[in-house]
């Protein structure tokens, strides 16, 4: 079982470059979420997903993009890169928005780490 | 507003000493409250979670958290650290029907374990 597998891990842009991070989720999860740590600071939420074809922003969500066509996949797009964005992002999934219920809970892929340069 | 408030950004502790990380919280619905374990170059991994209850509850790899309504904390505790335990622990705190996109992490806390 893989759960919430992010791609790639480590990435360093030049300032106004564009990229996508990847994110897919094998336990059929209809919500996804994309977070961001740096560094002294709890994690950020950019934009989450409550089903395909379904997204919304969080709190963060200025130089980002997302979209979710399939229920397994949610890839965030960096649109011309900034320091700012330099970061490490996070994303997960949960089955539902009934946390607690039925072991419910939110699963964390590994990290991607990005530099903006 | 709705806050989590990590007090201590690092903590170092001898191994085979115990251990205390606070959380304090600052919700205005019924918490849901979780912690979370980061080794390095890792993902956050679920140490245990209070939905309801009884308000001792016990988590993997041997961690325990007691929920104080009272003080509005939420802290965790391990009897013995082991040097394995070093990594950054994140409190959480959420509402049982809003999902992940509701729920507010703290910054973290760092633990050190030294020989």
Redesign the interface.
Same mark, same amino acid.
């Not at chain 2, 049982?96 to 996109?101: A, L, R, S």
């Not at chain 2, 729920?103 to 973290?108: E, K, L, P, S, W």
């Given at each position: 079982n893989a759960g919430v597998t992010q791609t790639p891990k480590f990435r360093i842009l030049k300032i106004g470059q564009s990229m996508t991070l990847q994110c897919t989720q094998d336990m059929n999860h209809n919500y996804m979420y994309w977070y961001r740590q740096d560094p002294g600071m709890g994690l950020k939420l950019i934009y989450y997903s409550v089903g395909a074809g379904i997204t919304d922003k969080g709190e963060v969500p200025n130089g980002y993009n997302v979209s979710r066509s399939t229920t397994e996949d949610f890839p965030l797009r960096l649109e011309l890169a900034a320091p700012s964005q330099t970061s490490v992002y996070f994303c997960a999934s949960s089955l539902d928005r009934f946390l607690g219920q039925a072991g419910n809970t939110i699963y964390f892929g590994e990290g991607s780490w990005l530099t903006v340069v | 507003a709705q806050s989590?408030t990590q007090p201590d !950004?690092h903590i170092t502790v001898s191994e085979g000493a115990s251990l205390e990380l606070r959380c304090n919280y600052s919700y205005g619905a019924t918490p *849901?409250l979780?912690w *979370?374990v980061q080794s390095p170059? /890792?993902?956050? /991994?679920?140490l245990l979670?209070y939905?309801?209850g009884d308000t001792l509850v016990q988590g993997i790899k041997g961690f325990e958290a007691e929920f104080k309504r009272s003080q509005s904390s939420f802290n965790l505790r391990k009897p013995s650290v082991h040097w394995s335990d070093a990594a950054e622990y994140?409190c959480?705190v +959420?509402a049982?029907? $809003? +999902? +992940?996109?509701k $729920? !507010?992490?703290?910054?973290?806390t760092r633990l050190f374990v030294k020989a």
């Open positions: - | 989590v !950004i *849901y979780f *979370y170059g /890792q993902g956050l /991994q679920l979670k939905f309801s994140f959480a +959420g049982g029907n $809003t +999902g +992940g996109f $729920t !507010i992490f703290g910054a973290g």
